[in-house]
Structure formats: C-alpha cells, structure tokens
C-alpha cells in the first residue's frame, strides 16, 4: 500500500509518472511494458513509488476476486483524493477491473481521467502524447530483482471454468511467438536475469492458437538454450489433457526447474463437474503419480478454491482427504467468490462466508503439517540456493523448489556467511521450519 501526498503545489516541471500495480505477475509483466514504451519515449517514470514529486498516476488494477476489486478500487479512490487536493494533475486507470467495469468506474470515479482495458496499452501512451514503439516489444524493462524475471508466453484463456472471470478481462488465448519470447529471453540475460517463471493463464494451451498444436515442450526446449538462462519454472498449468511432453524436457533439460504449478481447484468428482474443470479426481491422481515418477523430486504447487456453490462438508471432506493423500509440497486456497457474468453465477453463492473461511483455514492446518515433514526431511542436505536480498539479520535466497513471492525461502546468518545477491550458492540445510529452511553456505 502506498503513502499518500501532503497538498503540494503544481510546478512546470516536466511529467513524471508512478505506475501502480496490483494482482499477479502477469499484471506486472503488463506494468514493465508501459514502463518500457513510457521510458522509450523519454518519460521519467517509477514503480510502486512513494515519491512526493510524480504528478502523473497510473493505476494498474486487477478484478479477479472481490479482495482484489476492493483493493483496486480503494488505491483508485486514495489517488482520487490526491488529485482533488492538488497533489497530481492526472489519473489514469488501466488493467483488468478497468477492462471489466470501465462504464461503472467512469460514472462513479470522475476524477480518473481515462480508464483503459487490458489490450489498450497504445491508446493510454497515446493519452500521454507517447508513441507505442513496436521496437521496443521484447526489451522490457524489469521491476523484479535483477536476476529474475516473468515471461509471459500467452495471453487470455480458451477454458470455460464456471467460476472463473479472468476470460472475461483478458479475452480469448492469444499465444506469442517462439522466437519471440527466445529474444525476449535473450535480452533478459544480457540483463542479468538468471531465472524466468514462464506464466500464463494457461500454460498447456500454448501454440493451440497460432501453430494449430501444442508447443510448450518446443519452447521450454528454445528457452533452456539461452545462455545465461539457469532456471526456468512453469505456472499455471491447466490439469485436463496435460501434455505430458513436458516431464520429458524437464527431466532431459537441467536449466527447466522440476517445479510445476498446476491449478487444480478441487478434487470431488461433483464440485469438479460443477466446475467445468473437464477432469476427474481419478485422472488427476493419475497425472500427479505419472509426474511424480518421471520426475521423483518434482515440486508440485497447486492452488485450490472452498466453498464454491453447492459445496457440501462431504464433498469438502473428499478434498481434504485428497490433500492429506496427495501431499503436495505447496498449496494455496482461495475462497470462492461470485463473479457476476460467470456460468457459475447462475448457481446460488450458498456456502457461508464464515464456511469458506473455515474450509480454506482447515485446508492449510492440512498443508501445514505436510509441508513442515517436508522440510524437515531436507535438514543435512546441501542444496543450491539462488540469493534474492538480504533482510535484518540474514541474507534470503530460494531453491529450485521455490519461485519468488509465494513458495518457501532459505536463509543464511548475514554475520557468518557471505553471499551476493544473485548469485546461486550451495546451503548445507540445517533447520527446518513449517515454511522456511535455515543453513550454511558450502564453500567449495
Ligand atoms: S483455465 Fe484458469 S484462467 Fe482459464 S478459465 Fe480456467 S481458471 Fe480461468
């Protein structure tokens, strides 16, 4: 959450913008190429500031959930208020919840002066007298730490998940090109980026569109190739008619990381139907036993969603029992939330939110203890550890089993053991927590 400005008197200097963002890393990804084409065209433009002096804001917004709507619109209001004051001459508004609800914000917010949707990027530099630079498309400018960025390999998704209201912001799936995204990959390592996180809405969907078959395995092979590119890892992937190709690279290729996060919502046969998920709990035990054998150190995220309409504390009970059996080394839930022109809007949002609540809590007590034996099985081994930042006492770094932001994190006593940032070192792993492991650094 940002600061907000005391009144400031306006100046003739020259335009300086703060671009916010909200919601996930594609929208990040979406932030670093306006800030490219904004830099391009000579802007002075920072990120997520709390800088007094940009006169200009753009707020990216996202509108997944109803959380993240609230907080999109809260930040909109907050920088609203800053513009009534004085404090900048202009609001703009751009992103998924403005792709969704732009007619609605524009009536309720007027001081925003120009809301755009998620494919309007040359429409909003156009606003700033910017041109859209088809040159600079693949050279983007990153907000990340230095060594690691997102790649966005496709945009939009074909699927028809009955909850789901990303379709609806983001439009149809539009994949990108693999020489496109090698040279984006390339231009990333000139820059010093050793790890990328391939994401998409839909990663196994990649090529369907512009090849007329499926690609993933093709790129992730192309991307693997990129000198300077050591780790690649896979979010978001779609569980139904999983190519399973994609165990086979990232077993032959050491720079593709055996991590996967694979989404799978629920495990009761009904809530899937519900769902529109195209999957059973049969075929999706199926998947995870294939990926497990073919890859048998293979980190498997996947991300769940309680108390979806009609969910009862049987079929809850069956996904826990799944949990509990399947144990996945990360989990994250999510409570469902009615998203107006979805299919499952039509069903009644009957689960309470104190259920849902519960539900999702009883489901991390389950992972809890999953991922605390886990960890605890790695204290004596050495392992390679890529270092993000150092914080208070200690520097923090991650293993191949965890991306950036959401999955666990390794850290090393700052007075005793010396590392830079960026760099991989090996960790003899000496403690183990629920989430986090401690160690050493292995000098060779
Ligand atoms: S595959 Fe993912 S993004 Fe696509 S509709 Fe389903 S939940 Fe939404």
Same mark, same amino acid.
């Given at each position: 959450?940002?600061?907000?400005?005391?009144?400031?008197?306006?100046?003739?200097?020259?335009?300086?913008?703060?671009?916010?963002?909200?919601?996930?890393?594609?929208?990040?990804?979406?932030?670093?190429?306006?800030?490219?084409?904004?830099?391009?065209?000579?802007?002075?433009?920072?990120?997520?500031? $709390? @800088?007094?002096?940009?006169?200009?804001?753009?707020?990216?917004?996202?509108?997944?959930?109803?959380?993240?709507?609230?907080?999109?619109?809260?930040?909109?209001?907050?920088?609203?208020?800053?513009?009534?004051?004085?404090? /900048?001459?202009?609001?703009?508004?751009?992103?998924? !919840?403005?792709?969704?609800?732009?007619?609605?914000?524009?009536?309720?917010?007027?001081?925003?002066?120009?809301?755009?949707?998620?494919?309007?990027?040359?429409?909003?530099?156009?606003?700033?007298?910017?041109?859209?630079?088809? @040159?600079?498309?693949?050279?983007?400018?990153?907000?990340?730490?230095?060594?690691?960025?997102?790649?966005?390999?496709?945009?939009?998704?074909?699927?028809?998940?009955?909850?789901?209201?990303?379709?609806?912001?983001?439009?149809?799936?539009?994949?990108?090109?693999?020489?496109?995204?090698?040279?984006?990959?390339?231009?990333?390592?000139?820059?010093?980026?050793?790890?990328?996180?391939?994401?998409?809405?839909?990663?196994?969907?990649?090529?369907?569109?512009?090849?007329?078959?499926?690609?993933?395995?093709?790129?992730?092979?192309?991307?693997?190739?990129?000198?300077?590119?050591?780790?690649?890892?896979?979010?978001?992937?779609?569980?139904?008619?999983?190519?399973?190709?994609?165990? $086979?690279?990232?077993?032959?290729?050491?720079?593709?990381?055996?991590?996967?996060?694979?989404?799978?919502?629920?495990?009761?046969?009904?809530?899937?139907?519900?769902?529109?998920?195209?999957?059973?709990?049969?075929?999706?035990? @199926?998947?995870?036993?294939?990926?497990?054998?073919?890859?048998?150190?293979?980190?498997?995220?996947?991300?769940?969603?309680?108390?979806?309409?009609?969910?009862?504390?049987? +079929?809850?009970?069956?996904?826990?029992?799944?949990?509990?059996?399947?144990?996945?080394?990360?989990?994250?839930?999510?409570?469902?939330?009615?998203?107006?022109?979805?299919?499952?809007?039509?069903?009644?949002?009957?689960?309470?939110?104190?259920?849902?609540?519960?539900?999702?809590?009883? /489901?991390?007590?389950?992972?809890?203890?999953?991922?605390?034996?886990?960890?605890?099985?790695?204290?004596?081994?050495?392992?390679?550890?890529?270092?993000?930042?150092?914080?208070? +006492?200690?520097?923090?770094?991650?293993?191949?089993?965890?991306?950036?932001?959401?999955?666990?994190?390794? !850290?090393?006593?700052?007075?005793?053991?010396?590392?830079? /940032?960026?760099?991989?070192?090996?960790?003899?792993?000496?403690?183990?927590? +629920?989430?986090?492991?401690?160690?050493?650094?292995?000098?060779?």
């Amino acid at each position: 959450m940002q600061t907000f400005y005391i009144l400031k008197t306006k100046t003739l200097k020259q335009d300086k913008v703060n671009v916010i963002t909200l919601g996930c890393s594609k929208n990040l990804v979406d932030s670093e190429n306006l800030i490219t084409q904004l830099r391009g065209n000579d802007y002075d433009v920072v990120h997520d500031s $709390d @800088e007094e002096d940009p006169n200009i804001i753009i707020v990216n917004t996202c509108g997944f959930i109803d959380l993240a709507k609230e907080e999109s619109v809260n930040t909109i209001l907050q920088y609203a208020d800053v513009k009534n004051k004085g404090g /900048i001459d202009k609001l703009y508004v751009t992103g998924c !919840l403005s792709q969704r609800y732009k007619d609605q914000l524009e009536d309720d917010i007027p001081e925003v002066d120009a809301f755009f949707g998620t494919l309007e990027l040359p429409g909003l530099l156009a606003k700033l007298n910017a041109d859209y630079k088809h @040159e600079l498309i693949g050279e983007r400018i990153t907000t990340t730490p230095q060594h690691y960025a997102y790649l966005k390999i496709s945009e939009g998704c074909n699927r028809t998940c009955s909850f789901c209201a990303i379709p609806l912001m983001r439009g149809k799936h539009i994949s990108r090109s693999i020489e496109d995204l090698v040279k984006e990959a390339e231009n990333l390592a000139k820059m010093g980026v050793k790890e990328l996180m391939l994401i998409a809405q839909e990663l196994t969907y990649y090529g369907l569109d512009l090849y007329k078959e499926r690609r993933l395995p093709e790129l992730m092979n192309a991307l693997a190739d990129v000198e300077g590119i050591e780790w690649i890892r896979l979010h978001y992937a779609y569980p139904s008619k999983f190519p399973k190709e994609i165990f $086979d690279v990232m077993a032959s290729r050491k720079e593709i990381c055996n991590y996967l996060d694979i989404p799978l919502q629920h495990a009761n046969d009904a809530v899937l139907h519900r769902m529109r998920r195209q999957i059973t709990q049969a075929e999706t035990r @199926e998947l995870i036993a294939y990926a497990r054998k073919i890859i048998p150190d293979i980190t498997i995220r996947t991300t769940l969603l309680v108390g979806f309409p009609g969910e009862t504390e049987e +079929e809850f009970q069956d996904l826990c029992d799944f949990v509990a059996d399947m144990k996945f080394e990360r989990v994250g839930v999510f409570q469902y939330s009615h998203e107006e022109s979805t299919i499952a809007h039509d069903l009644e949002d009957d689960v309470s939110a104190e259920t849902k609540v519960n539900r999702a809590n009883r /489901i991390m007590a389950i992972q809890q203890e999953i991922s605390a034996d886990k960890n605890e099985a790695k204290v004596g081994r050495t392992l390679k550890v890529l270092f993000d930042r150092k914080e208070g +006492e200690y520097f923090v770094g991650r293993t191949e089993a965890d991306s950036p932001e959401v999955d666990n994190e390794v !850290l090393v006593e700052a007075a005793i053991n010396y590392v830079r /940032i960026g760099d991989f070192a090996n960790v003899h792993i000496t403690e183990a927590r +629920e989430y986090d492991l401690f160690g050493d650094v292995v000098h060779e």
